[in-house]
């Protein structure tokens, strides 16, 4: 076939891999309790490097148990995940953080989101300040982004108290109807250590909890996960859930779980304890596929034709 000519087939090759990151490639959640994190251990190169490696695979990360009254370690953080290296060039970061919250004046702790401006855009902010008694009370946000199918979402955190775990995750639906109401957006997705296993919350208490009874609610973290890094600990404190089916949707299938930092970077338990003893969790939302929607599907089947006979005729 001397109208075969490499070039254009290494144009269709490359068409056809464009269509298909544009198809695969998701928004990354991640949410991740990482134990107290102050200046002190900010200071700390080895954990600073991989907390930064951790988040700079998501989009939007929530991090909880931050103990960071004057904002030098989540400065510390994003100037870590800014600097200008080839590793991370193509992103750059920002924070949103809650007020330190809590009851112990040795631990209060804030609520902090850090994104990718690029394709983040947080378009509200409210501190709870309702009628229920939270040790540390959820500072939801709401989101924006084109990179996404579902453009527009909120995320309620909460880093429960143990002792009231099981009333604190059924105050969240509390929480749903103001935030959804404020907002006039029913997307909600709840994440962090709710401490909703084992001991904390078991199958006798959950059956008090409206995010269990109301079907409404999908919990995206499943009861046998162990979110926890310790040998000693086997239980799913961690959790990801969101309201309503059209939100349901928009996560990719299987793509809500454990982040195993040691795993993943080759680290001993130690070096991981070193950070937390929680393993981050993430979840992918379906991208909004522009490129895909934006071709003609006439087009796609064509190249898709062309492609196919070029390659039967190698």
Same mark, same amino acid.
């Given at each position: 076939?001397?109208?075969?000519?490499?070039?254009?087939?290494?144009?269709?090759?490359?068409?056809?891999?464009?269509?298909?990151?544009?198809?695969?490639? *998701? @928004?990354?959640?991640?949410?991740?309790?990482?134990?107290? !994190?102050?200046?002190? =251990?900010?200071?700390?190169?080895?954990?600073?490097?991989?907390?930064?490696?951790?988040?700079?695979?998501?989009?939007?990360?929530?991090?909880?148990?931050?103990?960071?009254?004057? *904002?030098?370690?989540?400065?510390?953080?994003?100037?870590?995940?800014?600097?200008?290296?080839?590793?991370?060039?193509?992103?750059?970061?920002?924070?949103?953080?809650?007020?330190?919250?809590?009851?112990?004046?040795?631990?209060?702790?804030?609520?902090?989101?850090?994104?990718?401006?690029?394709?983040?855009?947080?378009? *509200?902010? $409210?501190?709870?300040?309702?009628?229920?008694? !939270?040790?540390?009370?959820?500072?939801?946000?709401?989101?924006? %982004?084109?990179?996404?199918?579902?453009?527009?979402?909120?995320?309620?955190?909460?880093?429960?108290?143990?002792?009231?775990?099981?009333?604190?995750?059924?105050?969240?639906?509390?929480?749903?109807?103001?935030?959804?109401?404020?907002?006039?957006?029913?997307?909600?997705?709840?994440?962090?250590?709710?401490?909703?296993?084992?001991?904390?919350?078991?199958?006798?208490?959950? =059956?008090?909890?409206?995010?269990?009874?109301?079907?409404? @609610?999908?919990?995206?973290?499943? $009861?046998?996960?162990?979110?926890?890094? %310790?040998?000693?600990?086997?239980?799913?404190?961690?959790?990801?859930?969101?309201?309503?089916?059209?939100?349901? &949707?928009?996560?990719?299938?299987?793509?809500?779980?454990? @982040? $195993?930092?040691? =795993?993943?970077?080759?680290?001993? =338990?130690?070096?991981?304890?070193?950070?937390?003893?929680?393993?981050?969790? &993430?979840?992918?939302?379906?991208?909004?596929?522009?490129?895909?929607?934006?071709?003609?599907?006439?087009?796609?089947?064509?190249?898709?034709?062309?492609?196919?006979?070029?390659?039967?005729?190698?």
């Amino acid at each position: 076939m001397r109208w075969r000519s490499p070039h254009l087939l290494q144009l269709l090759l490359w068409i056809t891999l464009l269509i298909c990151t544009a198809a695969s490639s *998701g @928004f990354t959640i991640c949410s991740y309790n990482v134990q107290r !994190f102050t200046i002190n =251990k900010a200071k700390s190169y080895k954990v600073i490097h991989t907390l930064t490696r951790v988040l700079s695979r998501c989009d939007l990360a929530l991090l909880q148990h931050v103990v960071d009254p004057d *904002g030098k370690a989540i400065a510390a953080l994003l100037k870590s995940l800014n600097r200008a290296t080839d590793r991370y060039d193509d992103f750059s970061y920002k924070s949103v953080a809650s007020k330190a919250l809590g009851t112990s004046a040795e631990d209060m702790q804030k609520y902090v989101f850090i994104y990718r401006v690029e394709t983040v855009n947080v378009t *509200g902010q $409210d501190q709870y300040k309702g009628k229920q008694k !939270f040790v540390r009370p959820p500072f939801a946000i709401q989101v924006q %982004s084109n990179k996404t199918a579902i453009k527009s979402f909120i995320l309620v955190p909460l880093h429960s108290d143990p002792d009231q775990a099981a009333q604190e995750i059924d105050w969240l639906y509390d929480v749903f109807l103001e935030v959804s109401k404020k907002w006039n957006n029913k997307n909600v997705m709840f994440l962090g250590d709710f401490h909703a296993a084992c001991a904390y919350v078991t199958r006798t208490t959950r =059956k008090s909890i409206r995010l269990y009874k109301n079907s409404n @609610f999908s919990w995206l973290i499943g $009861d046998k996960v162990d979110t926890t890094v %310790s040998e000693d600990t086997n239980c799913a404190y961690d959790r990801i859930v969101v309201h309503g089916e059209p939100f349901l &949707k928009t996560i990719q299938p299987f793509s809500a779980g454990v @982040f $195993d930092v040691g =795993k993943e970077f080759k680290l001993t =338990k130690n070096k991981v304890l070193e950070l937390s003893d929680h393993h981050p969790l &993430k979840v992918v939302l379906k991208s909004s596929a522009l490129f895909l929607r934006a071709t003609p599907p006439w087009l796609l089947l064509s190249l898709s034709l062309v492609l196919r006979s070029l390659l039967f005729a190698l």
